[in-house]
């Protein structure tokens, strides 16, 4: 609704406000709401049940079919993965189940050439911990990089000013380092089954508001975002087999759905998807919005795209939407699987989508 909207906007214009100027006391809940909020956190951790192991590493390289034979040789593009057990990929058992496997196995597809795959994604993680993965993963001078992050910040309650940082600051520092940015930015966890009124419509209302000031903070350090948002949400009444076990981290398809919303971001930022005609001049309307507006209509629209317009005298305060064609799954096989000679690439493992998880704590 366009008055939700307007507040949702203003809100996340503050919290960005506050991140970039280092204000504090900025929360999302007075202190009646947080209570609540705690009391029903217990009680959907109960139901939530827990998921065991770690999830499996799909580090390597990706999409030696894919490479374009009657071309030179290309070194592979590097794509990072940070972020929480989103990113990581708990939930499954097999690598090339995992999201940063079905990305890179995708953008070769696309580019034509090998994708060699860096996560550093921790289950648990929070905007506090990207600063600890940048330095995994920028010695390897990744080309794109996908950060999965914010559950935990909302359930683990972190200032929200505090985590928008964070991430501002981790998209800054691989931008300054050549690196394209793509944030999925944080899920609505008011979709979650066992959440329940009236932790479901709080839930709900951070989320979205942390999603909206992620996506200010993002695009104003010059990456972009997908809103991943209640993308799981409504397919998980009909398609219970979305989730793993725990009805809280995606299953094999949830992840894959996820995925696919990403991937053309990704790919986009590497110039590698047809573009549209590019916008001459940033007016008010249509798809060309102030960052704050926009980033606030992407946290009510699953699977929408936010990026910097490019256009003279536009700067970063004004910003497109898209909502992308979701591409299709790569085939399974040698193009979708780590090279066999290359470290840390791990076989595929036999079962089904996993059925454990560490959500009892909260993590995501």
Known sequence: ??????????????????????????????????????????????????????????????????????????????????????????????????????????????????????????????????????????????????????????????????????????????????????VGTCP??????????????????????????QTISVVEAGGRTVSLGSLLGPEFAARPEMFAADRYHPSAQGYATAAMAVLPSVCAALDLWPEEERPTAPVPGGRVLPVAVAAAAAAGRSGTEVAAVEAEGAGRRWALLRHRLRVGQPAAGAAGEPLADTAGGGAPGAGNTSASSHAATGDA
């Open 1 to 182: 609704m366009p008055g939700a909207q307007d507040s949702r906007a203003r809100v996340a214009r503050r919290i960005a406000t506050a991140a970039a100027y280092g204000g504090g006391g900025l929360g999302l809940l007075g202190v009646g709401l947080v209570g609540v909020l705690l009391t029903e956190s217990k009680l959907a951790v109960q139901a939530i049940g827990v998921l065991e192991g770690d999830p499996p590493k799909a580090d390597g390289v990706y999409g030696e079919a894919f490479a374009d034979s009657t071309a030179v040789p290309q070194p592979p593009l590097v794509l990072a993965v940070l972020g929480d057990s989103t990113g990581a990929g708990l939930g499954v058992l097999r690598s090339r189940e995992t999201p940063g496997a079905l990305l890179a196995a995708g953008l070769a597809s696309v580019a034509e050439r090998p994708v060699r795959l860096v996560n550093v994604a921790r289950s648990g993680g929070r905007s506090a911990d990207l600063s600890g993965q940048l330095e995994q993963a920028l010695p390897h001078h990744p080309d794109v990089a996908v950060i999965m992050i914010g559950a935990n910040d909302v359930t683990r309650h972190s200032p929200a000013q505090l985590a928008v940082r964070h991430l501002g600051e981790a998209v800054a520092a691989l931008r300054a380092n050549g690196c394209e940015v793509v």
């Open 188 to 213: 609505d966890l008011g979709t979650i089954k066992p959440v329940r009124p009236p932790l479901r419509w709080v839930a709900r209302r951070l989320s979205r508001q942390l999603a909206a000031a």
